[in-house]
């Protein structure tokens, strides 16, 4: 790669996590290339000069966010590829939950750099026997998984611990005529409320759907 085709392409990361960074502390509605510019002491016109639009700039702050820049081996069995797929996704957007605030309000992202992860999980689904037609709706449910797991995951593992107390005791609460399985089960339900367990859980059920469906 020519010298200064490199130093371009880092000038550009360095600016895509510089609006990352801006974005997780204020929120998406503080990122403008007007405010960006400002906090990296450039004019607005020269970071026109690295991204187009502001949708470009977000194409690039996704996949900084998302850690598609490291994906998984292809020559890896389909499974593998994909369980790392979704747990890179579930570390990036517990690392930036401002990337669910990006996707809630704007719309989904599709730009080829947002859609990175999406190629590869398509991909590891079409070599591991799926059509492409039921790849796209096997990855999106994967997607989806992942997004939500998040979205009603608590960000502090402190967080979730009082939740679980809380639904514990509130469980214990409820009246065992009405809820003869609930009412004897806070503790089971306390541990589905977040954290590594749960969400592998989640996972493994989601692939082994997937898994049946290419035996068929």
């Known amino acids: 790669m020519p010298a200064a085709v490199a ?56 996949h900084e966010a998302t850690g598609w820049h490291r994906l998984p081996p292809r020559e890896d069995p389909w499974d593998e590829r994909l369980r790392a797929i979704a747990r890179a996704l579930r570390a990036g957007l517990a690392r930036h939950r401002s990337l669910i605030e990006v996707r809630l309000r704007r719309g989904p992202i599709v730009g080829p750099r947002a859609f990175a992860g999406t190629e590869a999980g398509v991909a590891a689904l079409v070599e591991g026997g799926l059509d492409r037609a039921e790849a796209a709706r096997a990855f999106r449910v994967v997607f989806l998984y992942v997004f939500g797991f998040v979205a009603f995951s608590d960000p502090e593992p402190e967080i979730t611990d009082e939740r679980r107390r809380a639904t514990a005791a509130a469980a214990a609460e409820l009246p065992p005529d009405e809820f ?36 068929r």
């Open 7 to 62: 130093s371009a392409n880092r000038s550009r990361e360095a600016i895509a996590r510089a609006a990352l960074d801006l974005v997780d502390r204020e929120g998406l509605g503080a990122l403008s290339m007007r405010r960006l510019a400002a906090e990296l002491g450039m004019g607005t016109m020269t970071l026109y000069g690295y991204f187009r639009t502001k949708d470009e700039l977000l194409d690039a702050v996704v």
């Open 180 to 215: 003869p399985l609930l009412s004897a089960m806070g503790g089971e339900m306390a541990e589905t409320l977040g954290g590594d367990a749960q969400f592998e859980y989640g996972l493994d059920v989601v692939l082994a759907g997937i898994a049946a469906r290419m035996q």
